[in-house]
């Protein structure tokens, strides 16, 4: 894969008015300062979205917008619910699917994150598919198999080599807390994960990395870590540290371990 990625999951910060002022700015950098060698995407909440994608198409920024998630269902009642194809209308590229803030507080089992994969490729979206274990799995030495399984779980009725798939291990144990995982521990998952994908023929996806990255870390993960990019949250709501990320994965990506 020739480009890194970079995602800003603003989680549920921003309204809409705040969500033009940091796309126009972080639009407005990456235009001066063009990082080549990275696709970026903003991940806002459902109601910035539609005010982030026509930022994005005034400013013809190569920057793309993605949803945090989406229902499995093409349409109905299922009330609160945001369809894939409704994501679309809305100039959306990307969902992010199965965030482990989804799995744990809003029951998401790994039937309904298969099925919302499915439901994202099949509506012509590109699946940021988020896995990764929690801190008694990790104690346990139990991760590998844990991931391997959600991997498998995940993919279960997507077309094999579906470049619209994209992974990001995230332990839940490093979200948001500030601990991030060894670079040693990034690169022996990375391993495990494009082991499992090869073997389920999805060798051409992305894998990523994400769980209290900033702009101090992102450099040495991206060369040591041997990732593709970054699932970042914290850090992208500021336009200098997520900046500095996407500046990182682009210095260091051709680099990489
Ligand atoms: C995330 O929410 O996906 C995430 C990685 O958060 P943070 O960067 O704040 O740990």
Redesign the pocket.
């Given at each position: 894969m020739s480009k890194a990625l970079v995602i800003g999951?603003w989680?549920m910060n921003l309204d809409h008015v705040e969500a033009v002022h940091l796309t126009q700015q972080i639009a407005a950098l990456l235009a001066s300062r063009p990082a080549d060698r990275v696709d970026v995407v903003l991940a806002p909440p459902f109601v910035d979205l539609r005010s982030v994608t026509s930022v994005l198409e005034a400013e013809h920024s190569v920057i793309t917008a993605a949803a945090q998630h989406a229902s499995d269902r093409d349409n109905g009642a299922f009330t609160g619910e945001v369809s894939v194809s409704m994501l679309k209308r809305l100039g959306v590229s990307s969902v992010?699917v199965g965030?482990?803030?989804r799995r744990t507080l809003y029951h998401m089992d790994d039937a309904l994150v298969a099925s919302t994969v499915r439901a994202v490729v099949r509506g012509g979206l590109d699946a940021v598919l988020?896995i990764g274990e929690n801190l008694a799995t990790r104690e346990a030495q139990e991760h590998d198999d844990f991931v391997r399984q959600q991997l498998l779980s995940a993919l279960e009725g997507v077309q094999e080599s579906n470049e619209r798939v994209t992974v990001?291990y995230?332990p839940i144990w490093?979200?948001?807390?500030?601990q991030t995982a060894t670079t040693e521990q990034i690169r022996d998952m990375m391993s495990t994960i494009r082991t499992q994908l090869s073997a389920l023929r999805f060798s051409t996806s992305r894998v990523l990395y994400?769980?209290?990255?900033?702009a101090e870390n992102a450099a040495t993960i991206v060369t040591d870590g041997g990732v593709d990019g970054?699932?970042?949250?914290?850090?992208?709501l500021k336009t200098d540290s997520f900046a500095a990320i996407i500046g990182a994965c682009n210095d260091c990506y051709a680099e990489r371990r």
């Open positions: 999951n989680k992010i965030h482990s803030e988020c990001a995230e490093a979200i948001g807390t500030g994400g769980g209290s990255v900033n970054f699932l970042v949250g914290g850090a992208s």
